[in-house]
């Protein structure tokens, strides 16, 4: 598997790790087809570096996201199976060679999965098992890490939701809720990783924080808008038909406030069935192209 193997790795400003993961890559693994390294509008030596270790370069003059670098990286990367990994070090070049073997036992993406003490930060930690608690329940299906950057995948099912992939940090949870999506094998392997980062991580606790709590929304809204919108039109028929029986005992009558709770409830619902439709065509567009 490892001559129809690219490793794709996005980095920013990780010069340093890259001179340690590319040799071990190199000397793991000497059959691999190829290394493709997006730059990110680095501002160091990371340019430097991948041309003097003779890796695939594709570099962006400006920094356009993880999502935009993963993108580039599947678009120029040749081998049958692409494996995403990090690049600030955090991810073992051993790993790769783990997902590979899981891939073939008949998984169409094997995903590297986090133990819960190898999360950066307690708050990472709660944030991401949240995910994993909510995902799990939407898919019904065991989602051990939704938002893992580690994993290997075949590139033509890959490149089928090439397009439903945003720019920024949330692509692994869109990937992976689309393969569920479309019924593909999501696999699970835990694997180790570095908790000393060499690079450091370029999310923004405080800029990025609204973006991974829309994560919780989108995850149900790609995978299947009804369930997430459902609840919502049911809680508030509910509230409507309390506060009407509330009036009617009162004062014995409908007010314009439950008519407009009822019709509200009736719209979310509304708006959850044309979603619905509306995902169900994306993904039979995706899986025809």
Known sequence: MLNKTSVVIPAKNEAVSLKILIPQLKTMYPDLLEIVIVNDGSEDDTVKVCEELGVTLVTHIFSRGNGAAIKAGARKAKGEILCFMDADGQHKAESVGRLLTELSQGFDMVVGARKRHAQASKSRMLANGFYNWFSSKITNYPIKDLTSGLRCVYREKFNEFLHLLPNGFSYPT???????????????????VSGDRIGKSHINPLSDGLRFL?????????????KVFTPFSVLMFLTATLYYLYT?????????????????SVIIFLIGLVSEQINTLIFMNSRRD
């Not at 829309?214 to 009804?226: A, E, Q």
């Not at 009558?253 to 019709?263: A, E, G, R, Y």
């Open 174 to 192: 869109t990937i992976t809720m689309a393969f569920l999506r479309a019924g593909y094998q999501v696999g699970y392997h835990f694997e180790a």
């Open 214 to 226: 829309l994560i919780i929304f989108k995850v149900g809204t790609l995978y299947s808008p009804l």
């Open 248 to 264: 009617f005992i009162s004062s014995g009558q409908l007010t314009n406030m439950s008519v407009i709770l009822f019709t509200t």
